[in-house]
C-alpha cells in the first residue's frame, strides 16, 4: 500500500511538473497566461517532493527560504504585493527549460551495445573525454550516471583518471552549454543579453579545460591502462538538430524568448523522432512513463530553484525599497575579475553559484554595464565553481554515487581550476577589448 501511494505521489509531482512545462511555454510564446499558473504547478511538485531530498538539501533550502520569507516580510510591511507574485514565478522558466530537456534522454543516451566490451589506452581516454563533454552539453548530470555507472562496474570505483575525466569534462560544458541551468538563469537575470555572443566566447574556454585534461591525463604512465566508455557519436543527432533549430528559429524570431524556445524544441523533437522510430501509441507511454517517473527525479533542483526565486525577490525588492546600490560607477574588467573571485569564494564555503548570481545580480544590475561581460563572468564562475569546490552538485553526486570524497576530487582538480582562473581573466580580457574598439 505504501508503495502505491508512494508511486501516486511522484505521478502526480510529475504531471505537476509537465503542466508547468505547458504553461510557462504557452506564457512564452503568447503572454496569454500568466506565470503565475507555472509557478504554483512547480510549487505543488516542490512540495510533493520534498521528502525525497536529502537531509543535507532540506536544510540548504530552509536557509535560503529563511532568508528570503525576512526580505519578503520586511517588502511586504512596505507596501511592495508584487514580491508575492514574484516569488512563485521568478524562476518558473528557468524550471520548465530543465524539465523539457530531460526529454531529451530518450532518443540521447550514450548506451553500450550488446556485448560491447570497454576501450583501453590513450586514445579511449580522449574518446571519453570528449564524449562525456558532448554527451553532458545536452542531457546535464545524466552523463555521469550512465558512463560513471559503468565504469564503475568495470572496476569496483572509478580511478583518478576517470573520475577526473568525469568532473571536469562535464563542468566545460557549464561554460558554454544553452541546456544547461547556468546560462539559462543568466538570461533569466540579466536583461538584454546575447547568449549565442555567450555561447561564442564560452566555447574556447571550454576547449582549452579539454585540452589541458587530455594533454595533463595523457602523459600519466597510468594512461595507458585507461578503461574508457565506447563512444557512438551518432547518437548525437538528434541533439545537434536541436541546437541548430534553436539558434535558426532565434535567428527568424527574435522577439520569442530563447528559454521557451530551448523548453518547446525538445518535447517537439523527442515526439516526432519518436514516432518515426517506433509509432504514435508508443510514443505517448515512453513520454507518460518519462513524465511520471523521470521528471519527479530532478526534485534537488526543484527545491533549490524555487527556495532561490524566494530569495531573489525578496533581496531585489529590498534592494529597491531601501536603494542600496554598489559604489561604483560602472562595471568593467577589473570589477568584473573581482566578481568572478567573489563567486569562487563563495563556492567554496558551500554556497551554490545559483545563490551568488540571483543575489549580486540585484546588485550589479543598477550599475551601467556590458550585460555580456556580467553574464559572462557569472557564467564562469559557475562553471569554475562546479569542478574547483567540494560542494558542488556534480561532486556531491558523484561522492554519494560513487564513493569518491568530495575534497580529494576537488584536491585532484585544483592546478586545473587554478589555470582555468588564468584563461578566464584572457577570455574577459580580450572580450573587454575586442568590445572597446568594435562593438
Request: hydrophobic fraction near 55%; include cysteine.
Amino acid at each position: 500500500m505504501t508503495h502505491k501511494k508512494h508511486s501516486a505521489v511522484l505521478s502526480i509531482a510529475g504531471i505537476l511538473l509537465f503542466s508547468m512545462i505547458c504553461l510557462s511555454t504557452i506564457h512564452g510564446l503568447t503572454g496569454f497566461v500568466s506565470p503565475l499558473g507555472a509557478g504554483i504547478c512547480a510549487w505543488l511538485a516542490g512540495i510533493l517532493l520534498f521528502k525525497r531530498v536529502s537531509r543535507q538539501q532540506k536544510y540548504q533550502v530552509w536557509i535560503i527560504l529563511t532568508i528570503g520569507f525576512i526580505c519578503m516580510f520586511f517588502s511586504l510591511s512596505q507596501g511592495k504585493t508584487a514580491v508575492l507574485v514574484a516569488a512563485v514565478s521568478i524562476n518558473q522558466a528557468v524550471l520548465a527549460m530543465l524539465a523539457a530537456v530531460g526529454f531529451l534522454r530518450l532518443v540521447t543516451q550514450p548506451r553500450l551495445h550488446k556485448h560491447e566490451t570497454l576501450p583501453t589506452g590513450k586514445a579511449a581516454l580522449l574518446r571519453t573525454l570528449y564524449g562525456v563533454h558532448l554527451f553532458g552539453f545536452f542531457i546535464n548530470m545524466s552523463v555521469l550516471v550512465i558512463m560513471g555507472d559503468r565504469l564503475a562496474a568495470h572496476q569496483t570505483g572509478l580511478s583518478r583518471q576517470q573520475a577526473i575525466i568525469l568532473s571536469r569534462a562535464f563542468a566545460m560544458a557549464v561554460l558554454w552549454s544553452p541546456f544547461f541551468a547556468a546560462m539559462a538563469v543568466i538570461y533569466l537575470y540579466i536583461p538584454h543579453i546575447n547568449f549565442l555572443l555567450l555561447m561564442a566566447m564560452g566555447l574556447p574556454l571550454a576547449l582549452c579545460g579539454l585540452w589541458l585534461t587530455g594533454h595533463e591525463l595523457v602523459s600519466e604512465a597510468e594512461s595507458q591502462h585507461f578503461v574508457g566508455y565506447p563512444m557512438h557519436f551518432a547518437s548525437l543527432w538528434v541533439p545537434s538538430l536541436l541546437a541548430v533549430c534553436v539558434v535558426l528559429v532565434h535567428f527568424l524570431f527574435p522577439q520569442l524568448p530563447v528559454l521557451t524556445l530551448i523548453t518547446l524544441l525538445p518535447i517537439v523533437l523527442v515526439v516526432i523522432v519518436l514516432s518515426l522510430q517506433q509509432g504514435l501509441p508508443a510514443t505517448f507511454h515512453q513520454i507518460f512513463m518519462h513524465i511520471t517517473h523521470n521528471l519527479p527525479t530532478m526534485s534537488g533542483e526543484l527545491l533549490l530553484f524555487l527556495a532561490a526565486g524566494v530569495m531573489a525577490a525578496g533581496i531585489s525588492s529590498v534592494l529597491q525599497i531601501t536603494m542600496i546600490q554598489l559604489p561604483l560607477s560602472h562595471f568593467g574588467l577589473l570589477e568584473a575579475t573581482l566578481l568572478l573571485f567573489v563567486i569562487l569564494l563563495i563556492a567554496l564555503i558551500g554556497v551554490h553559484p545559483l545563490i551568488s548570481i540571483t543575489t549580486l545580480s540585484s546588485l550589479f544590475l543598477p550599475i551601467p554595464h556590458d550585460p555580456n561581460l556580467l553574464g559572462m563572468t557569472f557564467l564562469m564562475g559557475w562553471g569554475l565553481g562546479v569542478s574547483g569546490t567540494p560542494f558542488s552538485a556534480m561532486h556531491l553526486m558523484m561522492q554519494g554515487r560513487f564513493h569518491l570524497s568530495s575534497y580529494l576530487i576537488t584536491r585532484w582538480n585544483i592546478r586545473f581550476t587554478l589555470k582555468m582562473i588564468a584563461l578566464s581573466l584572457v577570455v574577459l580580457y580580450c572580450y573587454d577589448l575586442v568590445s572597446y574598439y568594435f562593438i
